[in-house]
């Protein structure tokens, strides 16, 4: 082949735009979105960002998981028009997920939640803030026409607590997510290696050449407003004594009576990993349960969540919706969480990954490569709509058999 034939089959590769769009335009999954974030962020937010409880083995089996469990596709594979849309909680959204609430998503960008709500507003997803947002819950429903959920953490004060409900309510969401898993805090040792006590970084020698070493970060951080807890009530000197006593070890599930007192909305349960516990939320009159173990940062060596969560979906039968979250990294893993009954899927971090990587944009890029794995995985089992992937789809992988010592392998004596 003569040079000015090859030439017209070449594509010079434009070189990236600068900012955002540039840094995420070589990422073909949410882990390569990871590495641009991790290069972005100093060490404390990084360690807060990645780490797990104790031994991180809950962590890492949260990934594992996912390699146990195969797609077993009937022929014919042919689904061209592929509608990811379902109905969460009665609202009809074009994605089977959703934006999990997380604490202090502005030690990632210096917008946080309103980078993330904004980005959930562009694809018509829900978002869920958490009680320790660094944004009010007034400014965050200002943002966005998405489906908003409000994570609710019960802390001593019985009174605090009720007031953030009602102020949420009052803000317009649509619905009430009760955490359970956190009634102490866990021992997060990246975060304690890297001197962070939320919220407060040690200042030290280290932490200081770190800062210079993400200039751009810390000029941000140094540059907006501090980071606070406005739906804990007012930035003062409480705040921080609030903090501390936050996770006292005093929730209950007698908690649920006076919250479902409280919220005549959707309520749900979020933490749950027996399937137990999904029947006593439906006696209780809540509306749906999340299968979740806090994306491996609570209670080390509970199970992986989709291990969980077809026993989990048995139980609740049609009395409750039941979601997941917890090590989901790609639109295969939410597949298979549907496929096992699941309503829809929580993303943690993989969507904090855009957020530290590019802010808004990083968030919307995280969502469509999401949505589009999901689309193509669902197009190649032939599955045309979210209800045509079900459990005959999945299978457990079975362990390699032993080699059978009789049988003489070629090039092996
Ligand atoms: C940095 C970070 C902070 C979090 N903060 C909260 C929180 O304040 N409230 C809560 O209910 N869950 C919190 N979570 C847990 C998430 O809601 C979700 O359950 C978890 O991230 C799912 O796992 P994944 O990160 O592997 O997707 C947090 C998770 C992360 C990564």
């Not at 019985?158 to 359970?180: H, M, N, P, W």
């Not at 004594?241 to 070890?249: A, C, I, N, R, T």
């Not at 007192?261 to 029947?279: D, Y």
Request: one cysteine or more; charged letters at 25%; aromatic letters at 6%.
């Amino acid at each position: 082949m003569r040079l000015s034939e090859t030439l017209p089959l070449l594509r010079v590769a434009r070189p990236p735009a600068p900012g955002g769009a540039g840094r995420l335009a070589r990422c073909r999954s949410i882990e390569d979105v990871a590495r641009v974030a991790r290069r972005r962020l100093p060490i404390g937010a990084r360690n807060y960002l990645d780490g797990g409880g104790e031994g991180e083995y809950t962590l890492r089996r949260n990934r594992a998981a996912f390699d146990e469990l195969e797609l077993l596709p009937e022929m014919p594979r042919e689904a061209q028009d592929v509608d990811t849309s379902t109905t969460v909680l009665g609202r009809r959204v074009p994605l089977p997920f959703a934006l999990a609430p997380v604490g202090a998503p502005r030690m990632f960008h210096h917008d946080g939640e309103l980078a993330v709500a904004r980005a959930a507003r562009r694809a018509g997803i829900p978002y869920g803030i958490s009680t320790l947002a660094t944004t009010s819950v007034e400014d965050v429903a200002a943002e966005t026409n998405s489906p908003l959920w409000f994570q609710l953490y019960v802390w001593g004060d019985r009174a605090e607590a009720k007031e953030a409900v009602l102020r949420a309510k009052q803000a317009g969401f649509d619905a009430l997510l009760f955490s359970v898993d956190t009634s102490l805090r866990s021992k997060r040792e990246r975060e304690q290696r890297a001197g962070l006590d939320l919220p407060q970084a040690h200042l030290s020698v280290r932490t200081f050449l770190d800062g210079a070493l993400h200039p751009e970060w810390a000029w941000h951080f140094l540059n907006s407003e501090t980071i606070s807890f406005p739906n804990i009530g007012p930035p003062d000197h409480r705040s921080r004594e609030k903090l501390d006593h936050m996770f006292d070890g005093t929730v209950s599930l007698e908690d649920l009576e006076w919250i479902r007192e409280l919220w005549e909305g959707p309520l749900l349960l979020k933490g749950v990993i027996r399937p137990e516990e999904a029947l006593r939320a439906a006696d209780a009159g809540l509306d749906g349960v999340i299968v979740s173990n806090h994306g491996g940062r609570q209670l080390d060596h509970v199970p992986a969540t989709i291990d969980m969560l077809a026993q989990i979906v048995d139980a609740a039968g049609d009395r409750l919706e039941v979601m997941v979250d917890s090590g989901f990294r790609r639109g295969s893993d939410i597949a298979v969480a549907l496929a096992l009954g699941a309503k829809a899927v929580l993303l943690g971090r993989a969507h904090l990954y855009g957020l530290a990587a590019a802010g808004e944009a990083g968030v919307r890029y995280c969502i469509e490569l999401l949505a589009e794995e999901l689309r193509m995985t669902m197009g190649l089992c032939g599955a045309r709509n979210v209800s045509e992937l079900s459990p005959e789809l999945i299978r457990r992988r079975e362990p390699a058999s032993a080699p059978d010592p009789d049988v003489v392998h070629p090039g092996r004596g």
